[in-house]
């Protein structure tokens, strides 16, 4: 099975960009479509987006829709989450998950067996 790793957060300020990256091992990643969700203190997890194993099709959270891109590169197992026009509540640890339901876009956490530990974004004001 799948093992997947984030990487790239940090301390920005608001309007920066931030990369993320989320890199598979022990599968390759093609066989699975993949997901990002954050949780920041006192909240809930929540969805931030998802692409399908080919990296054809996306979906976002309405709060990061044309600030954030979700991508994928199959030849090197990874994920990744380009972030931009950052905002404070953007703040959060973000968890890179995925779903061998490989053209799924789903936003429901509970259909993503395998998760990362997560990498903390946080954004100053």
């Known amino acids: 099975q799948v093992q997947v790793a984030e990487s790239g957060g940090g301390l920005v300020q608001s309007g920066d960009s931030l990369r993320l990256s989320c890199v598979a091992s022990?599968?390759?990643?093609?066989?699975?479509?993949m997901g990002w969700f954050r949780q920041s203190p006192g909240k809930d997890r929540e969805f931030v987006a998802a692409?399908?194993?080919?990296?054809?099709?996306?979906s976002y959270a309405d709060s990061v829709k044309g600030r954030f891109t979700i991508s994928r590169d199959n030849a090197k197992d990874t994920v990744y989450l380009s972030m931009s026009n950052l905002k404070p509540e953007d703040t959060a640890a973000y968890y890179c998950a995925a779903t061998p339901a490989y053209y799924s876009l789903s936003p429901y956490q509970n259909e993503y067996p395998f998760w990362g530990h997560g990498t903390q974004v946080t954004v100053s004001t």
């Open positions: 692409v399908s194993w080919s990296g054809n099709r996306t």
């Open positions: 022990g599968e390759t990643v093609v066989n699975y479509a």
